[in-house]
């Protein structure tokens, strides 16, 4: 099982360089979706807890205090960017792996839920669209390269 899994993080990284990503990139993409699996929080509590209790900046060769909020940012916009991609590739392979037939759809709270999405990088222009999916409310907030939260509540 374990050779599985190994094979598995491999053939994600073949998919990403497949998309032009460089290695620190896919590193920290990989780390950001192993990180979110254990800890499912924002990016900022996710760098946080990165930081402070895991090991998972070790299993890539990085200093847990070089990761912040922002590197996990530039990789869920990377990620969500390949969105479709990822999913066909993940729902195939744990298919194969699991012998079950599944379909894994990604999200993220403030992307899908919130509705938040940079238009650039920077956070300069951001487009908010929520998703309901059938919710009555949402509330979030969303922090800001200029240390502010951007705060976001929708009602249906």
């Not at 990989?30 to 900046?57: C, G, R, Y």
């Not at 709270?109 to 222009?125: A, F, W, Y």
């Amino acid at each position: 099982m374990l050779e599985n899994l190994k094979s598995y993080q491999a053939r994600i990284g073949e998919l990403l360089e497949g998309l032009g990503w460089s290695t620190l990139q896919i590193d920290e993409a990989l780390m950001h979706v192993i990180s979110k699996a254990a800890f499912p929080s924002s990016e900022h509590k996710t760098a946080q807890w990165i930081n402070d209790n895991s090991a998972a900046a070790e299993l890539f060769n990085r200093d847990p205090l070089s990761i912040n909020r922002f590197h996990l940012y530039r990789s869920s916009m990377m990620l969500y960017r390949q969105k479709e991609g990822i999913e066909k590739f993940l729902s195939s392979r744990t298919n194969e792996l699991f012998d079950i037939q599944d379909k894994i759809i990604l999200y993220d709270m403030t992307s899908n839920i919130l509705g938040i999405r940079p238009d650039v990088p920077g956070m300069e222009i951001i487009t908010v669209a929520p998703c309901t999916g059938g919710m009555i409310s949402a509330s979030g907030s969303y922090p800001l390269y200029n240390g502010q939260d951007l705060r976001i509540s929708w009602y249906t």
